[in-house]
């Protein structure tokens, strides 16, 4: 049976952790026909936590191993995104091992963590970082594939993986919710340029999705009542339907929809 992405080759940031969007959407490109690059710091190695690590997790080699086994071709490509001379090499590896480039998922983020803090305590490192990683990695690799599916002239895709948290604006997160509301708008102007090229470029605004990023908040009592109060349909989201959805808008089937900021959050927020 044919896949909506049959012939389409794709690449994915921050496609290495086991219990993340990227490997998720990774996966759910594979599964509608794509071939995949997936992009990280490294293939293997003694990052992950004990939990991964003790799963036999071996990061985007295990993910290429998936994809393979659904009869997909995939290739791991390292890179430090906050690099532009590395996040150009990255782009031109995935291309010329593929021999085109279809498909852009900008994933990729700082771990969540000691950014989480008040902007009078917030370092010049944590907030450069964030923003390096989430918007600047994301601005080099669009630039670089842009320039590929330009000269390819057939068209491409564009998604970036970026938050409702841009359009929230919650205090104590102010790295993260001007990354993303940044990644938006790069999205936004992106799409007013590239649309001429046959082009697309959106953004998804993901909510509270059961990945490890939220692992420090638990899943206890508080965890349940700040989601029934939040979320109106009381539940966390899966990864897996972060990857259907950015599948979705790479096929023809959303071929008509760019520039937008989607939100994809189970109701949390209303525009």
């Given amino acids: 049976m044919a896949g909506m992405l049959d012939?389409?080759?794709a690449l994915v940031t921050?496609?290495?952790?086991m219990r993340g969007t990227g490997h998720s959407i990774a996966l759910a490109l594979a599964r509608h026909g794509c071939d995949v690059a997936?992009?990280?710091?490294?293939g293997s190695g003694g990052t992950f936590p004990d939990s991964e690590l003790a799963a036999g997790w071996r990061g985007l080699d295990s993910v290429a191993e998936e994809i393979a086994a659904l009869g997909r071709r995939a290739v791991p490509v390292t890179a430090d995104l906050t690099r532009p001379e590395e996040v150009e090499r990255m782009v031109d590896e995935a291309a010329d091992y593929f021999g085109r480039l279809d498909i852009l998922v900008n994933n990729a983020a700082a771990p969540r963590g000691a950014d989480r803090t008040d902007v009078v305590t917030l370092s010049d490192e944590l907030w450069l970082n964030?923003?390096?990683?989430?918007?600047?990695?994301?601005?080099?690799?669009?630039?670089a594939a842009a320039r590929r599916m330009i000269a390819q002239g057939q068209g491409g895709r564009i998604v970036n993986i970026s938050s409702?948290?841009?359009?929230?604006?919650?205090?104590r997160s102010a790295a993260y919710s001007v990354a993303n509301a940044g990644l938006q708008m790069l999205g936004a102007c992106?799409?007013?340029?590239l649309g001429a090229h046959r082009i697309t470029v959106n953004s998804l605004c993901v909510g509270v999705v059961?990945?490890?990023?939220?692992?420090?908040m638990g899943r206890g009592e508080a965890f349940n009542a700040f989601i029934a109060t939040h979320v109106p349909l009381n539940r966390v989201g899966a990864p897996e339907e972060i990857g259907e959805v950015t599948a979705f808008l790479c096929s023809e089937a959303g071929?008509?929809?760019t520039g937008q900021s989607i939100n994809v959050d189970g109701g949390y927020v209303i525009h």
């Fill in 210 to 216: 059961d990945t490890s990023r939220i692992d420090d």
């Fill in 164 to 171: 409702i948290g841009g359009k929230l604006g919650s205090a």
């Fill in 7 to 9: 012939g389409r080759t």
């Fill in 14 to 17: 921050g496609a290495g952790r």
């Fill in 130 to 143: 964030v923003l390096d990683v989430k918007l600047n990695g994301a601005f080099y690799a669009s630039r």
């Fill in 38 to 42: 997936l992009a990280g710091r490294g």
């Fill in 190 to 193: 992106l799409s007013r340029e």
């Fill in 255 to 257: 071929s008509y929809i």
